[in-house]
């Protein structure tokens, strides 16, 4: 069974700090990695996408990728308590799918 | 504006009813997705469709039925063989399977049981 797994949290961070969210994921031949953001009660809503190896970074917000390794992280620098959410790691279900994956997202709360 | 709607914001059922969930939307999108969530859960795949009058079952169907007669449209039923129906439901569309496209979600829907 193809898996995404993510710490559930909570991920307490100072505001002003960098928070670090880790995801691993099964399947070797999964090309496509996004990072939503869910607000309690509200619907996810996509934070960055990533398919190659490395750093990729916009604004306060980097993802990590590495694939021998399986795993992709996001990085939030300069933390804000708008900041506190729960973070869902996806991956595309295999080779050439839309399909995706998700896990079961890491709470992260900023305080002031 | 561009996006994805859902109606309606709540919707209760009572024992042995069939409800109907919408979702519409007008991003010129392909494919289009139905997701539960459970509280602390992560989201789990109901239905998918990668093109008008096509649809596939995702992991967790049974309960569960689909129709794609229209490309912007993509309606769920929760019938009553759902048994435990009472979730978080969310739409998504994306621009087509070609494995990177992105997935994004309507507002979703919160079913209650009466």
Same mark, same amino acid.
């Given at each position: 069974?193809?898996?995404?797994?993510?710490?559930?949290?909570?991920?307490?961070?100072?505001?002003?700090?960098?928070?670090?969210?880790?995801?691993?994921?099964?399947?070797?031949?999964?090309?496509?990695?996004?990072?939503?953001?869910?607000?309690?009660?509200?619907?996810?809503?996509?934070?960055?996408?990533?398919?190659?190896?490395?750093?990729?970074?916009?604004?306060?917000?980097?993802?990590?990728?590495?694939?021998?390794?399986?795993?992709?992280?996001?990085?939030?620098?300069?933390?804000?308590?708008?900041?506190?959410?729960?973070?869902?790691?996806?991956?595309?279900?295999?080779?050439?799918?839309?399909?995706?994956?998700?896990?079961?997202?890491?709470?992260?709360?900023?305080?002031? | 504006?561009?996006?994805?709607?859902?109606?309606?914001?709540?919707?209760?059922?009572?024992?042995?009813?069939?409800?109907?969930?919408?979702?519409?939307?007008?991003? *010129?999108?392909? @494919?289009? %997705?139905?997701?539960?969530?459970?509280? #602390?859960?992560?989201?789990?795949?109901?239905? !998918?469709?990668?093109?008008?009058?096509?649809?596939?079952?995702?992991?967790?169907?049974?309960?569960?039925?689909?129709?794609?007669?229209?490309?912007?449209?993509?309606?769920?039923?929760?019938?009553?063989?759902?048994? *435990?129906?009472? @979730?978080? %439901?969310?739409?998504?569309?994306?621009? #087509?399977?070609?494995?990177?496209?992105?997935? !994004?979600?309507?507002?979703?829907?919160?079913?209650?049981?009466?």
């Amino acid at each position: 069974q193809k898996e995404v797994e993510q710490n559930s949290g909570p991920l307490s961070v100072p505001e002003g700090a960098i928070a670090s969210l880790n995801c691993t994921y099964s399947d070797r031949g999964s090309q496509s990695f996004f990072w939503y953001r869910q607000y309690s009660g509200k619907s996810p809503e996509l934070i960055m996408f990533i398919y190659s190896n490395g750093d990729k970074e916009d604004g306060r917000f980097t993802a990590q990728l590495n694939k021998a390794s399986q795993y992709v992280s996001l990085l939030i620098r300069d933390s804000q308590p708008s900041d506190s959410a729960t973070y869902l790691c996806a991956v595309n279900a295999g080779y050439n799918t839309d399909k995706l994956i998700f896990g079961t997202g890491t709470r992260l709360q900023v305080f002031p | 504006d561009g996006g994805i709607t859902q109606s309606p914001k709540y919707l209760f059922r009572k024992e042995g009813q069939n409800v109907t969930l919408s979702c519409e939307q007008n991003l *010129n999108h392909d @494919a289009m %997705y139905w997701y539960r969530q459970d509280p #602390g859960q992560g989201l789990r795949l109901i239905y !998918y469709s990668q093109i008008v009058n096509d649809f596939q079952k995702g992991d967790i169907a049974e309960g569960y039925s689909v129709s794609r007669e229209k490309k912007e449209s993509f309606p769920l039923t929760v019938t009553s063989a759902q048994k *435990n129906p009472t @979730a978080f %439901y969310l739409c998504a569309s994306s621009a #087509g399977l070609a494995g990177v496209e992105t997935q !994004y979600f309507g507002p979703g829907t919160r079913l209650l049981v009466l």
